[in-house]
């Protein structure tokens, strides 16, 4: 099963969208996971802890025998 995300549409002034692409792409990440971790240091900068969501397991599911 694939991870649930949430999805919504995100209006940025095309000077910082363009700080941030350049930003993600000098860190080897896509814009939008750069948008999450610079939301997440943003947090965490105010106190608020924002935790994570279990990630789904990979690979092959055991055989049963």
Known sequence: MAEQ???FPLRLDPA???AVERLAAAELRSANAQIEI???EALA???VEAGRS???R???P???D
Request: net charge positive.
């Open 54 to 56: 279990p990630r789904p």
């Open 5 to 7: 995300r949430k999805a």
């Open 38 to 40: 610079l939301l997440r």
């Open 58 to 60: 990979r690979g092959r």
């Open 62 to 64: 055991p055989k049963d």
């Open 16 to 18: 910082v969208h363009a």
């Open 45 to 47: 900068a105010r106190g």
